[in-house]
């Protein structure tokens, strides 16, 4: 019997680098699909994007979609489209993302908190603690599912303050990962790959949904990161995230919080649920 497969797609958004100017987080998404579903998942976007544009040569991306200068330069004006036709292919592409042979995985990174919480140079890069959070959490889903995964990764151009490609400190962080496990909770990575696959997004349909997820949760924390550590009755949510929440990875009780979506640092003071 030939093993289940399943492919993470994952793209970034935030600034990677620590300081006053940039972000206060840095988040990575992923968009997990079942290798036998890849082809007709990116085939129905196709056909979304033919539909609207007359060709399948476009790429969703979502700074593009909400900056009204971008939407005018990347979408109507080089396709003759309506702004109204354009707001009507976001909903279509936001209504496939709900379909249930997706499942997203996000981690958030407070970068202030991380320096607070780790001084004197103590704190990790972001980009490498998020990426940890969101490759344990994918290994356990493989795991459940009893599948192997795959990995690939939105190309990343820059380098860290000290000149090391951004990159290369990815796929480094990842062998240590695949070879040694977690040297905090000592989680170890059967199910993943020797090391990730990189691709730019222009090419791939799915990884143009990791970019539209990774975007929403990063939004999820911009506007509502502290709610998140108050706890209360009711989260407040980014509106384009709240109908993909159910495609998060959740708990048998459904909660989302360290299952779907990881935040670090964390105080644990809630666990907030996706209710039905």
């Given at each position: 019997?030939?093993?289940?497969?399943?492919?993470?797609?994952?793209?970034?958004?935030?600034?990677?680098?620590?300081?006053?100017?940039?972000?206060?987080?840095?988040?990575?998404a992923?968009?997990?699909?079942?290798?036998?579903?890849?082809?007709?998942?990116?085939?129905?976007?196709?056909?979304?994007?033919?539909?609207?544009?007359?060709?399948?040569?476009?790429?969703?991306?979502?700074?593009?979609?909400?900056?009204?200068?971008?939407?005018?330069?990347?979408?109507?004006?080089?396709?003759?489209?309506?702004?109204?036709?354009?707001?009507?292919?976001?909903?279509?592409?936001?209504?496939?993302m709900?379909?249930?042979?997706?499942?997203?995985?996000?981690?958030?990174?407070?970068?202030?908190?991380m320096?607070?919480?780790?001084?004197?140079?103590?704190?990790?890069?972001?980009?490498?603690?998020?990426?940890?959070?969101?490759l344990?959490?994918?290994?356990?889903?493989?795991?459940?599912?009893?599948?192997?995964?795959?990995?690939?990764?939105?190309?990343?151009?820059?380098?860290?303050?000290?000149?090391?490609?951004?990159?290369?400190?990815?796929?480094l962080?990842?062998?240590?990962?695949?070879?040694?496990?977690?040297?905090?909770?000592?989680?170890?990575?059967?199910?993943?790959?020797?090391?990730?696959?990189?691709?730019?997004?222009?090419?791939?349909?799915?990884?143009?949904?990791?970019?539209?997820?990774?975007?929403?949760?990063?939004?999820?924390?911009?506007?509502?990161?502290?709610?998140?550590?108050?706890g209360?009755?009711?989260?407040?949510?980014?509106?384009?995230?709240?109908?993909?929440?159910?495609?998060?990875?959740?708990?048998?009780?459904?909660?989302?919080?360290?299952?779907?979506?990881?935040?670090?640092?964390?105080?644990?003071?809630?666990?907030?649920?996706?209710?039905?």
């Amino acid at each position: 019997m030939t093993q289940k497969i399943l492919r993470i797609y994952i793209d970034d958004s935030g600034e990677k680098e620590y300081g006053p100017k940039t972000s206060r987080f840095f988040v990575y998404a992923g968009v997990i699909v079942d290798r036998a579903n890849e082809q007709a998942i990116s085939a129905e976007i196709d056909q979304l994007k033919k539909t609207a544009f007359g060709t399948t040569n476009v790429e969703i991306k979502s700074n593009w979609l909400r900056m009204p200068y971008e939407r005018r330069r990347r979408y109507v004006e080089p396709f003759g489209i309506s702004e109204d036709r354009l707001t009507q292919f976001v909903a279509e592409v936001g209504q496939l993302m709900t379909s249930d042979r997706v499942t997203y995985l996000a981690a958030a990174i407070d970068k202030p908190a991380m320096l607070e919480r780790y001084p004197d140079g103590q704190a990790w890069y972001a980009s490498a603690t998020a990426y940890q959070f969101l490759l344990q959490r994918y290994e356990r889903h493989c795991a459940d599912a009893g599948a192997i995964g795959q990995i690939t990764i939105d190309n990343m151009d820059g380098s860290s303050a000290k000149n090391n490609q951004w990159r290369d400190l990815l796929r480094l962080h990842h062998n240590r990962l695949k070879k040694d496990g977690c040297n905090i909770t000592k989680m170890k990575f059967p199910s993943m790959p020797a090391a990730p696959l990189f691709a730019t997004s222009k090419s791939l349909n799915l990884l143009q949904l990791a970019d539209l997820v990774a975007y929403n949760v990063y939004r999820q924390f911009r506007d509502h990161g502290d709610a998140w550590e108050k706890g209360g009755a009711r989260l407040p949510v980014y509106p384009p995230l709240a109908p993909l929440l159910k495609r998060f990875r959740l708990s048998p009780t459904g909660v989302i919080e360290a299952w779907g979506i990881m935040k670090w640092p964390h105080a644990r003071k809630s666990k907030w649920a996706v209710k039905p």
